[in-house]
């Protein structure tokens, strides 16, 4: 079916998709809206002769793309260089837990779009931003979304068999670079204990919380205080943690989904000013990623908690 018989309607229906895709390869919800819209511009900006002749206009969209994003993150290695301490993926609320007002599927907000699985999991963002540019998108276009390298040599412009090879050198970082998953209630069972601890600052409790090797990593975006470089061993996040909760009298915590996982935000006088994401490995905590920069806590603002 062409694009004539796809519709409107059918080519819109697309976006949720794309969304997903583009957030996946760039983990900033602000950069794949825009790629999103880059892609349908140069859609609509064809002769609709051109729209006809396209057999599969969600392909066509999908491939397009993907080749956005390719050059958005060719580029945002050296924007990230000049990024104010560490840059993290921008973390996700989940809608079910009463974060979203609307549950229109065509809703603008790009966060809204999103599927949590264990592909948005901010341990796995984090390993998806050690590979090169060319390798996440091969990996995450065929091992996420299941396409054939056939398209997506299509987006990088290299044979079948060069993304084969992208793909599988990217399943190798992957499975260097991940630890054992821990089960759902494992992490929520951990979350919640560093909960109390934090808010009774029992730094023993904490430190036993914490593996000893554990490695807190926070994103200001030099907008707020955060620790410009990641903070390293149990003891000394505990201590971290402790001081902060000294310096924010009133800091309220909350167990909420990021990302698909358990995890922590936490507010002072109901405003969001922290989301935390956890990696639990054998019951000990051995990563917190602290997303403090305001401007990626937008879909965590736009309702009560």
């Known amino acids: 079916m062409g694009a004539a018989g796809a519709g409107i309607d059918g080519i819109a229906s697309e976006r949720r998709q794309l969304i997903n895709v583009a957030y996946r390869l760039l983990g900033s919800l602000a950069e794949a809206e825009d790629a999103v819209q880059e892609a349908y511009a140069r859609w609509y900006a064809l002769p609709r002769t051109r729209q006809d002749d396209i057999a599969s206009p969600g392909a066509w969209l999908t491939t397009v793309t993907g080749r956005i994003c390719l050059d958005v993150l060719g580029s945002a290695r050296a924007r990230r260089e000049r990024y104010v301490g560490a840059w993290l993926p921008d973390p996700l609320p989940d ?151 000294d310096k924010a009298p009133g800091l309220e915590l909350l167990e909420r989904s990021v990302n698909g996982v358990p995890g922590l935000v936490a507010l002072r006088a109901g405003t969001v000013m922290t989301v935390a994401a956890f990696d639990v490995v054998d019951g000990r905590v051995a990563r917190i990623w602290a997303v403090r920069n305001p401007e990626k806590l937008r879909p965590w603002i736009r309702d009560a908690l």
């Not at 699985?117 to 090169?132: G, K, P, Q, R, Y």
């Not at 992957?174 to 934090?198: L, Y």
């Not at 409790?205 to 926070?218: E, F, G, H, R």
């Open 95 to 245: 809608r079910a837990e009463g974060h979203f007002r609307s549950t229109d599927p065509h809703d603008s907000d790009p966060a809204d779009q999103v599927v949590l699985d264990e592909s948005v999991t901010m341990a796995f963002l984090v390993v998806l931003e050690s590979m090169t540019p060319a390798e996440r998108v091969a990996f995450v276009l065929h091992d996420v979304f299941r396409y054939p390298f056939a398209e997506i040599a299509g987006v990088l412009d290299r044979t079948p068999a060069a993304c084969k090879q992208l793909a599988a050198s990217a399943r190798r970082r992957v499975r260097t670079d991940r630890a054992p998953a821990t089960t759902a209630t494992g992490q929520a069972d951990a979350v919640r204990q560093v909960k109390e601890a934090w808010e009774t600052k029992d730094i023993a409790a904490l430190v036993d919380l914490l593996d000893p090797a554990a490695v807190m990593t926070a994103d200001g975006g030099g907008l707020v205080g955060a620790a410009l470089r990641p903070v390293e061993g149990g003891a000394h996040i505990a201590q971290y943690m402790v001081a902060i909760a």
